[in-house]
């Protein structure tokens, strides 16, 4: 059973259109969920940890929540530069497992 | 601050050569260091990690080894490459091992012809 399931797998947004990825999993005790975004071909970039239910993040035009069952990245207003993967990834037995990802394509 | 390295960037082998591939850290002592791959349009599979030098776990049963020489040095080896071996490698570490933030490499892309 995967831990980690992202979604959708793939959005297109239009410069300025706000949205919203969404992050899965089915561990219980969760002690850790992280974002990381992905350019193409490059490793990933840490961006946020949360580690309980109601916590929230933000960083420019990303917001991250957090809920028992799920984590939202939110992006408001997004730039073409914002086009990227984003993963997200939890810890389980003492290793991070990562979802697949969301391919995010913002055209100006 | 901590920066990590990997080399090569990108990698051609035929099958059933052998492979090596390189990671160093720089600022910091005693990093958790992980060995990734990932295949195109998937999500990230642990490899091995390391918490010490000599300290290797394996995730995934496969004809690849890790190996850490070195407190800030990890090397990813096989003997004898597959074609399924392909995929974009990357190694990352941390301070702690489990819920701590990894930092990633910029990757190694490695293609089995």
């Known amino acids: 059973e995967d831990q980690v399931t992202q979604s959708p797998e793939a959005l297109r947004l239009q410069e300025g259109e706000s949205s919203s990825l969404n992050c899965s999993y089915t561990?219980?005790?969760?002690?850790?969920l992280f974002w990381y975004r992905q350019d193409p071909g490059k490793g990933p970039e840490f961006l946020f940890t949360?580690?309980?239910a109601g916590e929230e993040k933000e960083k420019e035009r990303l917001k991250a929540t957090l809920t028992k069952k799920e984590s939202f990245l939110h992006i408001t207003a997004p730039k073409p530069e914002d086009s990227a993967t984003y993963l997200c990834?939890?810890?389980?037995?003492?290793?991070?497992?990562f979802g697949a990802g969301t391919i995010l394509r913002v055209k100006s | 601050s901590q920066t990590i390295h990997q080399w090569p960037a990108t990698l051609v082998q035929p099958v059933g050569s052998p492979l090596s591939l390189e990671c160093t850290v720089e600022?910091?002592?005693?990093?958790?260091l992980y060995w990734y791959r990932q295949a195109a349009g998937r999500g990230l599979q642990l490899l091995f990690y390391?918490?010490?030098?000599?300290?290797i776990s394996s995730e995934v049963p496969q004809n690849l080894s890790a190996s850490r020489p070195q407190d800030r040095q990890f090397i990813l080896s096989s003997k004898k490459l597959l074609l399924s071996d392909s995929g974009f490698y990357l190694c990352?570490?941390?301070?702690?091992?489990?819920?701590?933030?990894?930092?990633f490499g910029p990757g190694t892309r490695l293609t089995v012809l």
């Open positions: 990352a570490w941390s301070v702690l091992a489990g819920a701590d933030t990894q930092y």
């Open positions: 561990v219980s005790g969760l002690r850790g």
């Open positions: 949360l580690y309980s």
């Open positions: 990834a939890v810890e389980y037995g003492n290793k991070l497992v």
């Open positions: 600022g910091t002592s005693n990093p958790n």
């Open positions: 390391s918490v010490g030098i000599g300290q």
